[in-house]
């Protein structure tokens, strides 16, 4: 019966019958029977088929593991073992297999079995590690040790040859397989101490991996190198004390080696390997062995100016170090060599720094205060956060919505930046600060207002990840209240010293509004997506933030400031923003005064309110939703001053008010996008009203140049308003901008031609469907250009050329112009307008307009996808080089009018002083911004060749002709253009030859009728910077360092650690001649993007010194903690010692 049911086991369909046979045979092999060898092979064939069903569990597995000595029973070498063999390597490359708790001993069990199947389910686990996750692999590594450890015989031949297989894959494959073959043999790394394990590790890694670390391929180097952290040291049992203390100092040497590898990626790897390899022998390496290696890191790996990955693997090296407490003594006199990397040009480098800072704070022995000055940590974070606020404007401007993320060897991590250093700096520093009582913490916090302001508001503004949300809110709340006791004082004249604005109150104010807009946004809440967060505090603190915080007591403050100008009036805003993070229900009085303020402020007449003041109270207003309509007043009375600039009338008492309210809103950014998402149609319509009127006032004054008022005044071009039109150009050009490149949608670009508003709308339509949203962001696509355009031919056209041509004509028979200037014959009646100075004051806005307007025109394409990249690509380069073009043809024909009105307002008005240097210096900084924008460099040429054909004996000033081409020359450097057009100014020298002009024919540029001062200011720029140098002047030596030029000393100064001197003066050295010569190795790709892991000490807790407690001692007193003088020990003598051959 027991036969019948075996053979019919598994073909039966009832799962419930299967099951129950399985049992009663499991029973039936598990007991003492005769007979029972029978029916192993169906009992395992059905435990295996179990295991592999995709609903296998962990029960599952341990009833085969329970039978595994059943396996051992069976004839390996009978041909109708196949079938098995095939099912258990299926086991073997089931994933929820090998994770289960007894898959390795398993699998283990079946690299055993026999011999001749070993080889098999190692070929079965190699198809599978490349492609499984962690979790499966580590499983395969823990059975393939486990395997190793119970074989015997054939079974242990076989298996050492698998993990010498393994070993191979680990040392030349590419970084992928090293790194699966390497967590393969991770079990068997970490016993290696064992001496069998010992043994079999020399036998098999002997013969690759030294022959490996010297190779040609900086890949096998690489991961050979990698491996000498796992398994050193790598020393034979049967040696003798001489030959391992021989073996020993050969494996230190080549592991010295690693630290010089000509390759970066290996030089990393060799820093880590010597890192972990301190840390873990510390009390067995000889002390002058780690001696050398500690001096060769701080010395070369700390200072590899071309690998910033290199020098922020020494910083995480040494945090590992710092893990065995022995290493305290000596890391206390080796950790202050690397402060200047506090101040290293690369992100990376100073955010590993940091976390090594972080290890530091946590080991008993060693003092932060000791390795870098406490003074040189805030003027960091003051750096760190400056950078951080404007790489979010960057992001801002470029519609960033995520941060950008870069691949490492590691996988994705995210990029180093300097708000992630300020946010470490933060989380090093700030419990020093909050560690105490709050009359400490109010304390300190004055002490930094008055030395270090910008410190401490930075520490504060990244302390909401490190410092509980109640100590922030009671901080706040004290701060508040002595702030506000200081303001009134000030403002009712009772606080002594002068009567100025109170630096260190305005300071205040903004450290609260910091400290509560942090723990607002943390409490979990409803609210609208995009809207801010806005005065819901957790519900713990939310009693205690409103019981300290009464509009009692300072209500009367802002209502002095809207009554007095004096000191109340300028603190109005401090408060108003410490105040924007407060729920406006639980201060119903100061939110109905912000809104009477703004609403006045929007229909006034005059210009009362400053544009600071507008500023903080509509990002108040917009923080607690009370923006609303205020703004309409202010949109209804510009377009009310378009219609009577339009009909040449005076302009309205209020538009000064309307203008200063539009420009306070686009100022701040929280108040524009909240606007723009109400009011870009309304917006869009003034933009649309102000241009058509500037246009038909300039056409009526052109009439009435022709015929001039019977009144017998000068006749006026723009108008009884004109003194308004250069800032509401100001304005609708800005405007313009920001509706086009905020609301419009991004478009791919379909051919060379810039983007045109309709070709814009289809693409974008198309692309992201088409919505009603889409169909109303596509509206504003193109505005900016078509308004730079309007604008550009109402200034240039052809009545106004003809005008221009008449009032030279004028000029010249006057004798006020110089002949031959004028291109007309003097017309009779025409006269000189008597608004030239706004006339020039309209055209350098619509300039600076043009030159932003170029900078931004890349935004506008939106990026490729998929298979289309190529293709998309070169479209957007062709559109990017039209589109620049178009800028550049407009610049220069206003570039051109506005020259030759300039020409004339001296010629007609000469009482007002000269105006063509003015014109020319204003004339240089717009070519100098077209070379920092996509305008092509031709363009740029062009538009610099006309601007040296205009400079004389008196034009420009010295100073303004040096300072343009000295900018020019930096930007443009390496442009063939450039070059060529400085050669044919001041000649290519040959060998020897101090200089030969080339054949004028050959060039485009008339250089004979070039003033002699261009050539010389040429000629004495060339000298200073290299390419330029080596091109024209190539027999002149390279200059001593005292006596280059500026482009020499910023290349002496663009080493690793730039700010070192600023951030505390550590280093004095003078640069060295072989540092000069990979200055420019380092790559910005290289040196960005990549970060460290934090570490930490296993030492004993830390002393309870604070950071801060060193800043309150006098001037000229010894640093608590300081170094001692001395350092026990023969590793730090040793290391003492090489320090001062270096020095």
């Not at 053979?7 to 007979?35: K, N």
């Not at 720094?353 to 003092?367: E, H, K, P």
């Not at 560690?435 to 302390?463: E, G």
């Not at 229909?603 to 917009?622: C, I, K």
Request: net charge neutral.
């Amino acid at each position: 019966v027991l036969g019948l049911c075996q053979e019919m086991l598994l073909s039966i369909p009832d799962g419930i019958t299967q099951a129950l046979i399985a049992r009663a045979l499991e029973r039936v092999v598990l007991g003492q029977f005769e007979g029972r060898e029978d029916f192993y092979g169906g009992v395992l064939m059905f435990l295996i088929g179990t295991c592999l069903t995709a609903k296998t569990t962990g029960t599952d597995v341990s009833r085969l593991y329970r039978v595994r000595h059943l396996f051992a029973e069976l004839d390996w070498d009978h041909e109708s073992i196949e079938s098995m063999k095939m099912q258990i390597m299926r086991c073997v490359a089931s994933p929820n297999f090998v994770r289960s708790n007894h898959g390795p001993e398993l699998m283990a069990l079946f690299y055993t079995v026999h011999p001749g199947f070993t080889a098999e389910v190692h070929g079965t686990v190699k198809n599978q590690v490349m492609y499984c996750r962690p979790t499966a692999v580590k499983g395969y590594a823990v059975a393939l040790y486990k395997a190793w450890k119970v074989s015997e015989a054939g079974t242990r031949i076989q298996l050492e040859e698998c993990i010498q297989d393994w070993v191979v894959l680990a040392i030349r494959t590419v970084r992928k397989s090293a790194d699966r073959a390497r967590q393969m043999l991770e079990e068997v790394h970490r016993y290696h101490h064992e001496d069998q394990l010992s043994d079999l590790l020399c036998k098999l890694y002997g013969p690759v991996l030294w022959r490996s670390l010297k190779v040609a391929n900086w890949q096998v180097r690489e991961n050979a190198a990698r491996l000498l952290q796992y398994i050193f040291p790598l020393i034979p049992s049967e040696f003798g004390v001489a030959e391992k203390e021989q073996e020993l100092a050969r494996q230190l040497r080549i592991l010295r080696e690693t630290l010089e590898d000509p390759a970066e990626s290996v030089r990393r790897v060799g820093v880590s390997a010597v890192c972990v390899i301190l840390k873990n022998y510390w009390d067995m390496m000889p002390p002058s062995e780690t001696a050398e290696l500690l001096t060769s890191l701080y010395t070369r790996c700390a200072r590899d100016r071309r690998a910033p990955m290199v020098r922020a693997a020494v910083c995480e090296g040494f945090g590992w170090i710092l893990q065995n407490a022995l290493s305290h003594p000596t890391m206390a006199a080796v950790l202050p060599n690397l402060g200047e990397l506090l101040n290293d040009r690369s992100p990376l480098v100073r955010a590993a720094f940091v976390n090594l800072l972080d290890a530091v704070s946590q080991c008993r022995g060693v003092s932060v205060s000791n390795v870098v000055k406490t003074d040189d940590l805030f003027l960091r974070l003051s750096c760190e956060h400056t950078e951080g606020q404007a790489e979010r404007l960057q992001r801002g401007l470029q519609n960033s919505k995520k941060p950008a993320t870069v691949a490492t060897a590691a996988g994705p991590e995210a990029k180093a930046t300097p708000d992630l250093v300020a946010k470490r700096l933060a989380k090093l520093m700030a419990p020093s600060l909050f560690n105490t009582d709050i009359v400490q913490q109010v304390s300190r916090c004055l002490y930094f207002m008055k030395s270090n302001p910008l410190a401490l508001l930075a520490m504060l503004t990244h302390t909401q990840d490190v410092i509980p949300a109640a100590d922030r809110v009671k901080l706040a709340a004290a701060l508040f209240r002595y702030g506000l006791r200081e303001a009134s004082g000030h403002v009712s004249g009772t606080a002594p010293g002068p009567q100025q604005r109170p630096k260190m109150v305005a300071t205040m104010l903004r450290i609260v509004g910091v400290l509560l807009e942090g723990a607002a946004s943390e409490a979990p809440k409803k609210r609208k997506k995009g809207a801010a967060p806005v005065g819901h505090f957790p519900k713990e603190l939310e009693t205690f933030v409103y019981e300290h915080i009464k509009e009692e007591d300072f209500l009367h403050l802002l209502k002095a400031s809207h009554e007095d100008s004096g000191m109340a009036a300028r603190l109005r805003e401090d408060l108003l923003f410490a105040l924007s993070s407060l729920d406006p229900e639980r201060l119903p009085r100061t939110a109905e005064l912000v809104q009477h303020e703004l609403t006045m402020a929007c229909r006034s007449n005059d210009t009362a309110y400053t544009l600071v003041q507008l500023s903080a109270l509509m990002r108040t207003a917009v923080r607690w939703n009370l923006l609303g309509a205020s703004m309409e007043a202010a949109w209804e009375r510009l377009q009310a001053a378009a219609a009577r600039l339009g009909r040449r009338q005076a302009a309205p008492e209020d538009v000064q008010g309307a203008l200063m309210v539009a420009e306070a809103a686009f100022r701040d950014p929280d108040v524009r996008v909240t606007m723009l998402k109400t009011e870009a149609g309304i917006v869009k319509e003034t933009i649309e009203a102000l241009t058509k009127a500037f246009g038909a006032a300039l056409k009526k004054g052109l009439v009435e140049l022709q015929a001039p008022p019977k009144s017998g005044g000068a006749p006026a071009l723009l108008g009884p308003g004109a003194e308004a039109w250069p800032r509401i150009l100001g304005f609708v050009v800005r405007a313009a901008l920001h509706l086009e490149h905020r609301m419009a949608p991004p478009t791919a670009p379909s051919g060379a031609a810039p983007i045109r508003d309709a070709e814009e709308g289809e693409e974008g339509t198309k692309k992201k469907g088409a919505g009603a949203a889409q169909a109303s962001q596509s509206v504003f696509a193109g505005l900016a250009e078509a308004t730079l355009e309007s604008l550009a031919e109402a200034l240039t056209g052809g009545s106004v050329a003809e005008a221009l041509e008449a009032l030279e004509a004028m000029a010249e028979s006057m004798g006020s112009l110089g002949k031959g200037l004028a291109k007309k014959k003097a017309k009779a009646g025409i006269a000189a307008p008597a608004d030239l100075e706004v006339v020039l004051r309209a055209h350098e806005r619509l300039l600076e307009a043009l030159s932003g307007a170029s900078h931004l025109a890349v935004l506008r394409l939106a990026p490729a996808k998929g298979g289309e990249g190529e293709q998309e690509g070169g479209a957007a380069v062709a559109a990017v080089e039209g589109a620049s073009r178009g800028f550049a043809s407009r610049l220069k024909a206003l570039e051109a009018s506005y020259w030759r009105w300039t020409a004339l307002a001296d010629a007609v008005q000469p009482e007002a002083g000269p105006r063509l240097p003015k014109a020319w210096a204003f004339s240089g900084r717009i070519v100098h911004q077209m070379s920092n924008s996509d305008i092509m460099t031709p363009d740029v040429i062009a538009a610099l060749k006309l601007l040296l054909a205009r400079t004389n004996d008196n034009l420009p000033a010295q100073e303004d002709l040096k300072k343009v081409l000295q900018q020019l020359f930096a930007r443009l450097e390496y442009e063939p253009q450039l070059v060529d057009l400085v050669a044919s100014v001041v000649g290519r020298g040959e060998d020897g030859a101090e200089g030969s002009l080339p054949d004028p024919a050959t060039y485009d540029f008339d250089v004979a009728s070039l003033n002699e001062r261009v050539k010389l200011v040429m000629e004495e720029l060339v000298l200073t910077f290299r390419n330029l140098r080596n091109k024209l002047r190539p027999q002149v030596p390279e200059p001593a360092l005292e006596a280059a030029g500026p482009r020499d000393l910023r290349r002496v100064l663009a080493s690793p650690t730039p700010q070192q001197k600023m951030a505390g003066g550590r280093s004095s050295r003078a640069p060295r001649a072989e540092d000069l010569e990979d200055i420019d190795g380092e790559s910005v790709a290289e040196s960005e993007g990549h970060r460290s892991y934090s570490v930490r000490s296993r030492s004993p807790p830390p002393r309870s010194d604070s950071l801060f407690e060193t800043c309150f001692q006098q001037r000229g007193s010894s640093v608590a903690g300081s170094v001692p003088g001395s350092v026990t020990g023969s590793v730090a003598g040793s290391i003492g010692g090489r320090s001062q051959d270096l020095d």
